[in-house]
């Protein structure tokens, strides 16, 4: 198989931006960014997309995937970082870095409701800011959305006709706005966590999205998946989550991969 991590943090291994980096080194495992790399690919993980979630985070994201091949970056602004954006004035130094080489996509942006660690009217503000950047470059967006759809379809759908497109990262939501998501042609990446789920009509909504519009991703170091609860998540993790996929929707896990791997490429543009 030749697989695609397209959502990954690899790169907080390497000095500590965010708590991302506690996660990496808190357990009695030796990793460095070449051991985890080089493990990625022995599992068929052939390509990662690391992914800035704040302007320092996407900094240091572009910084680790200059001289690595097969690798590349986002850059963007997390909901959970929006206050402290808006403060600082970090959108300004964002639409300066998004044309740093080998940075093909916007985000993580997004809405979150679930922590709400920035007020909401922040979190739109600072959306609406990154899908237009998106725009101007031609890029697609990384989408982080948690319990907050009432609020981004309305956002989002006010761009209609502009060309925006991206990927739900981590869907873990329902059937009516996967729907929705396909009328627009959006993406949806899926992680670990459908091997742990026990919603059944989540589970539904797994094996009815449509093979064009699959992503694989693992959001290492988290959502570590079955049967590897309890460690640190890696790229090589997406081949234990394509195969638990494949068995879910019935599908041939050569023929999945083969189909996500493209699919990412040509959102990606890579």
Same mark, same amino acid.
């Given at each position: 198989?030749?697989?695609?991590?397209?959502?990954?943090?690899?790169?907080?291994?390497?000095?500590?931006?965010?708590?991302?980096?506690?996660?990496?080194?808190?357990?009695?495992?030796? %990793?460095?960014?070449?051991?985890?790399?080089?493990?990625?690919?022995?599992?068929?993980?052939?390509?990662?997309?690391?992914?800035?979630?704040?302007?320092?985070?996407? +900094? !240091?994201?572009? =910084?680790?995937?200059?001289?690595?091949?097969?690798?590349?970056?986002?850059?963007?602004?997390?909901?959970? =970082?929006?206050?402290?954006? &808006?403060?600082?004035?970090?959108?300004?130094?964002?639409?300066?870095?998004?044309?740093?080489?080998?940075?093909?996509?916007?985000?993580?942006?997004? /809405?979150?409701?679930?922590?709400?660690?920035?007020?909401? +009217?922040?979190?739109?503000?600072?959306?609406?800011?990154?899908?237009? /950047?998106?725009?101007?470059?031609?890029?697609? /967006?990384?989408?982080?959305?948690?319990?907050?759809?009432?609020?981004?379809?309305?956002?989002?759908?006010?761009?209609?006709?502009?060309?925006? %497109?991206?990927?739900?990262?981590?869907?873990?939501?329902?059937?009516?706005?996967?729907?929705?998501?396909?009328?627009?042609? &959006?993406?949806?990446?899926?992680?670990?966590?459908?091997?742990?789920? %026990?919603? +059944?009509?989540? #589970?539904?909504?797994?094996?009815?999205?449509?093979?064009? /519009?699959? #992503? !694989?991703?693992?959001?290492?170091?988290?959502?570590?998946?079955?049967?590897?609860?309890?460690?640190?998540?890696?790229?090589?993790?997406?081949?234990?989550?394509?195969?638990? &996929?494949?068995?879910? %929707?019935?599908?041939?896990?050569?023929? !999945?991969?083969? +189909?996500?791997?493209?699919?990412?490429?040509?959102?990606?543009?890579?």
């Amino acid at each position: 198989m030749e697989l695609f991590d397209t959502h990954c943090h690899t790169h907080e291994m390497v000095r500590r931006i965010t708590p991302v980096y506690d996660k990496w080194h808190g357990d009695s495992m030796e %990793r460095t960014p070449e051991s985890v790399i080089d493990a990625a690919h022995e599992a068929g993980v052939s390509r990662m997309l690391c992914i800035g979630t704040s302007l320092a985070d996407s +900094e !240091l994201a572009v =910084e680790f995937v200059q001289n690595r091949g097969n690798m590349w970056t986002s850059v963007g602004i997390h909901p959970h =970082e929006a206050a402290e954006a &808006l403060q600082k004035g970090h959108l300004d130094a964002l639409r300066a870095l998004v044309t740093s080489p080998k940075v093909v996509a916007v985000g993580e942006c997004g /809405l979150d409701y679930f922590y709400n660690h920035s007020p909401k +009217e922040d979190q739109i503000t600072v959306l609406k800011a990154q899908i237009e /950047l998106a725009l101007e470059h031609n890029l697609p /967006l990384s989408f982080h959305v948690r319990e907050a759809f009432d609020d981004f379809w309305p956002l989002f759908e006010s761009y209609r006709g502009a060309g925006l %497109r991206g990927v739900l990262h981590s869907y873990t939501d329902n059937t009516a706005n996967m729907e929705r998501a396909i009328k627009h042609g &959006l993406h949806f990446g899926v992680n670990g966590i459908v091997t742990f789920m %026990r919603d +059944e009509a989540k #589970l539904v909504t797994y094996r009815t999205i449509p093979q064009h /519009l699959l #992503l !694989l991703e693992t959001d290492a170091p988290f959502l570590t998946p079955v049967p590897f609860r309890g460690t640190v998540c890696e790229s090589k993790h997406v081949r234990v989550t394509a195969e638990f &996929l494949a068995k879910l %929707r019935d599908e041939n896990p050569e023929d !999945l991969a083969a +189909e996500t791997t493209a699919n990412a490429c040509a959102l990606f543009t890579v």
